[in-house]
């Protein structure tokens, strides 16, 4: 049996988080129901086929992070959840001579989450949780020979790192859908002057 959901945050609360999220720096910011979130192991599995680099590469990318199965249980333990994104430029997010723009740009929702989360803690929401985009060992620990938890060492940034949203196997782009964003998955064979908008996406669930 589930346990009972948290619901320990009202209407006012939940907007008032929603706005820290766009004062953080996101562009769009909602509220979501847990249940509306859709968990699955079709997407953590596009972490292995094709094979992502990041994969096995470091604590917070699969087969480390929390599987799809333990995801879905600890999510029925919570309610609610703010569902943020930022914009990006295409050529940030695609060409290949923008790769330290992109780091920032995927450093940018490891930090969002971080500090929403903590927001979140702070107003008396001390379960809640925030998932980035991407993988840490790409965005925080590109410089380093390794992932230091897979060294049996601690994380260089406790803090900041976190598993993305794909990595526990949410369907980041039926949840963007749901939301009325509009957002499609771009491809490694994508041209940035064939596509209009560019964003990522990161979530923190609150309770
Ligand atoms: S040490 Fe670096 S790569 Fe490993 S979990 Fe921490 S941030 Fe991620």
Not at 12 to 31: F, I, N, S, W, Y
Not at 32 to 58: G, H, L, M, Q, W
Not at 163 to 184: N, R
Request: some cysteine; proline content about 6%; glycine content about 6%.
């Amino acid at each position: 049996m589930s346990p009972h959901p948290r619901d320990n945050s009202s209407t006012a609360q939940m907007e008032a988080l929603r706005l820290k999220a766009l004062e953080l720096g996101a562009d769009k910011a909602t509220v979501i129901d847990t249940s509306a979130i859709s968990v699955s192991e079709a997407v953590a599995f596009k972490c292995r086929v094709p094979r992502c680099p990041n994969y096995a590469s470091c604590a917070n990318c699969p087969p480390h992070a929390p599987t799809p199965e333990e995801f879905r249980r600890v999510l029925a333990s919570f309610r609610k959840a703010i569902l943020f994104n930022k914009r990006f430029a295409p050529e940030v997010m695609l060409s290949p001579d923008q790769e330290a723009a992109r780091t920032e740009a995927f450093r940018s929702i490891f930090q969002l989450a971080a500090k929403l989360e903590s927001a979140a803690f702070y107003a008396g929401h001390y379960l809640s949780f925030g998932l980035a985009a991407g993988s840490c060992r790409n965005v925080l620990c590109h410089e380093q020979k390794g992932c230091a938890v897979l060294e049996g060492k601690a994380c260089l940034f406790p803090a900041l790192a976190r598993p993305s949203m794909e990595a526990v196997g949410i369907d980041v782009f039926q949840l963007a859908a749901l939301a009325g964003w509009d957002m499609q998955p771009l491809g490694r064979e994508a041209k940035a002057d064939k596509v209009d908008q560019s964003s990522l996406t990161g979530i923190v669930v609150v309770g």
